[in-house]
């Protein structure tokens, strides 16, 4: 059996399985993502993670959570879901 984990790979393919399970990401949403992306020079799997738990946290997309928890996973060196996952318990966030 495949894993959430295991076929979604890309940011695209996340937001497009976000959507399929009724999320809905504004040209805005979009925007944030990509340019947190960049900015922070964040891989896709840690900017997917990024967004489950701005999703968890803020039950809407936030985009000034989502960019601010990328800045913390970068400052905190964090590159696996795992350490992200664990980092924003730690921190409450989740």
Known sequence: MKTLINSVTTVEDYIEFLTSKGFSFGEDALGFISFGQ???STTDEVVNVALEITL????EFDGSFFVSLLEMFK???V?????ALELAQY???I
């Open 91 to 93: 921190r409450n966030i």
């Open 56 to 59: 968890k946290a803020q039950k």
């Open 75 to 77: 400052e905190q060196k």
């Open 38 to 40: 960049h900015y922070t």
């Open 79 to 83: 590159s696996t879901r795992k350490s």
